[in-house]
């Protein structure tokens, strides 16, 4: 992404004259230029452009606010008088990884008074014998340079993160004015409004406690109805039971009527065994008659009158269910 590009994404809807910060960090430059950034922005306090491919600061704008520049890991190897011209308020600058090779490439970094931070890490300047006291003895309003002081003593951490937090600092103190203000500028109807939203809200409470009331009683309902089902099963169960115990007793009935009705039919059954054999003994009495007619006519009166008498004993014999032995005659 182009640094034209990475700029207007970064006013997010502002102004450039509304921006006190801005990082353009790994973004790419045409030209090793700055572009895209110009004069408008004159309320800018910080601006970082880390490994953007600097190689040069001449298209810097008038910034006469910025206090902390960060140029590292660039190619820039000289031009810094346009610091001293367009940021004359400087106090932190940081160069660490540029093509910074003699104290000749700094020197023009006098003219900015108020500059008390200044690193130069991972420059072949660092390499020059004695350079950290020709340093301070070039730039001598400097009170840091490389994160230490001329006594070797570290900057607290530190002079350039306590300077972002102070920017920060002042935007949340800015945010809590406006608020502040709009507090006292909101409308008297709005209090109104929220009191009755209030009002609608605890009406609604009410209601949600009446419709769980009423769910309530007809749980207890249908509880009731349950234990009434319940006796109702309880008392079918008895009436069972006691059917079940009456039962055995009609079975008892049932089974000695059965044994009379079997009896009174043996009874028949005999009965009728006897009419069928009192009917076979008349059968014989009657064959016997027949018989003896015939003997009559053979021979004598005297046997025939013997053998009818004989014939009329059985007939009523047989009529009267006495069955004696049959006798037998000779002529």
Same mark, same amino acid.
Not at 165 to 177: C, K, N
Not at 254 to 261: K, L, P, S
Not at 293 to 298: I, S, T
């Given at each position: 992404?182009?640094?034209?590009?990475?700029?207007?994404?970064?006013?997010?809807?502002?102004?450039?004259?509304?921006?006190?910060?801005?990082?353009?960090?790994?973004?790419?430059?045409?030209?090793? #230029?700055?572009?895209?950034?110009?004069?408008?922005?004159?309320?800018?306090?910080?601006?970082?452009?880390?490994?953007?491919?600097?190689?040069?600061?001449?298209?810097?704008?008038?910034?006469?606010?910025? &206090? &902390?520049? +960060?140029? %590292? !890991?660039?190619?820039?190897?000289?031009?810094?008088?346009?610091?001293?011209?367009?940021?004359?308020?400087?106090?932190?600058?940081?160069?660490?990884?540029?093509?910074?090779?003699?104290? %000749?490439?700094?020197?023009?970094?006098?003219?900015?008074?108020?500059? #008390? %931070?200044?690193?130069?890490?991972?420059?072949?300047?660092?390499?020059?014998?004695?350079?950290?006291?020709?340093?301070?003895?070039?730039?001598?309003?400097?009170?840091?340079?490389?994160?230490?002081?001329?006594?070797? &003593?570290?900057?607290?951490?530190?002079?350039?993160?306590?300077?972002?937090?102070?920017?920060?600092?002042?935007?949340?103190?800015?945010?809590?004015?406006?608020?502040?203000?709009?507090?006292?500028?909101?409308?008297?109807?709005?209090?109104?409004?929220?009191?009755?939203?209030?009002?609608?809200?605890?009406?609604?409470?009410?209601?949600?406690?009446?419709?769980?009331?009423?769910?309530?009683?007809?749980?207890?309902?249908?509880?009731?109805?349950?234990?009434?089902?319940?006796?109702?099963?309880?008392?079918?169960?008895? +009436?069972?039971?006691?059917?079940?115990?009456?039962?055995?007793?009609? +079975?008892?009935?049932?089974?000695?009527?059965?044994?009379?009705?079997?009896?009174?039919?043996?009874?028949?059954?005999?009965?009728?065994?006897?009419?069928?054999?009192?009917?076979?003994?008349?059968?014989?009495?009657?064959?016997?008659?027949?018989?003896?007619?015939?003997?009559?006519?053979?021979?004598?009166?005297?046997?025939?009158?013997?053998?009818?008498?004989?014939?009329?004993?059985?007939?009523?014999?047989?009529?009267?269910? !006495?069955?004696?032995?049959?006798?037998?005659?000779?002529?």
């Amino acid at each position: 992404m182009d640094m034209k590009k990475r700029i207007h994404l970064e006013l997010r809807n502002r102004t450039p004259s509304d921006v006190k910060e801005l990082v353009l960090d790994n973004c790419r430059s045409n030209e090793g #230029k700055i572009e895209g950034l110009t004069d408008e922005f004159e309320e800018l306090e910080f601006l970082s452009t880390i490994n953007v491919g600097l190689t040069s600061v001449a298209n810097l704008p008038k910034l006469n606010k910025l &206090k &902390k520049l +960060e140029l %590292s !890991d660039n190619r820039i190897s000289g031009g810094l008088e346009v610091l001293a011209e367009r940021c004359p308020n400087l106090t932190h600058l940081n160069l660490s990884g540029n093509k910074i090779k003699d104290l %000749s490439t700094i020197e023009p970094l006098k003219k900015l008074e108020n500059l #008390k %931070s200044l690193d130069l890490f991972n420059c072949e300047v660092t390499n020059l014998n004695d350079y950290r006291e020709n340093v301070f003895k070039l730039l001598p309003q400097l009170t840091y340079l490389d994160g230490y002081d001329k006594e070797d &003593k570290e900057a607290p951490d530190s002079d350039a993160e306590a300077y972002v937090e102070g920017l920060d600092d002042d935007d949340d103190d800015e945010d809590e004015v406006e608020e502040e203000e709009y507090d006292e500028d909101a409308a008297p109807g709005e209090e109104d409004e929220e009191e009755g939203e209030e009002e609608e809200d605890e009406e609604e409470g009410e209601e949600e406690e009446e419709d769980i009331s009423g769910e309530e009683e007809e749980e207890e309902e249908e509880f009731n109805d349950g234990e009434v089902d319940d006796e109702d099963e309880e008392d079918f169960e008895e +009436e069972r039971g006691q059917k079940r115990k009456r039962d055995p007793e009609d +079975e008892g009935g049932e089974e000695e009527e059965e044994e009379e009705d079997d009896e009174s039919e043996e009874e028949e059954l005999a009965l009728r065994r006897e009419a069928a054999e009192g009917g076979a003994w008349a059968w014989l009495g009657f064959s016997t008659l027949l018989l003896g007619g015939f003997l009559v006519e053979l021979s004598c009166p005297l046997t025939s009158c013997s053998l009818f008498s004989s014939s009329l004993f059985f007939s009523r014999a047989s009529s009267s269910r !006495d069955f004696p032995e049959p006798a037998f005659f000779t002529t």
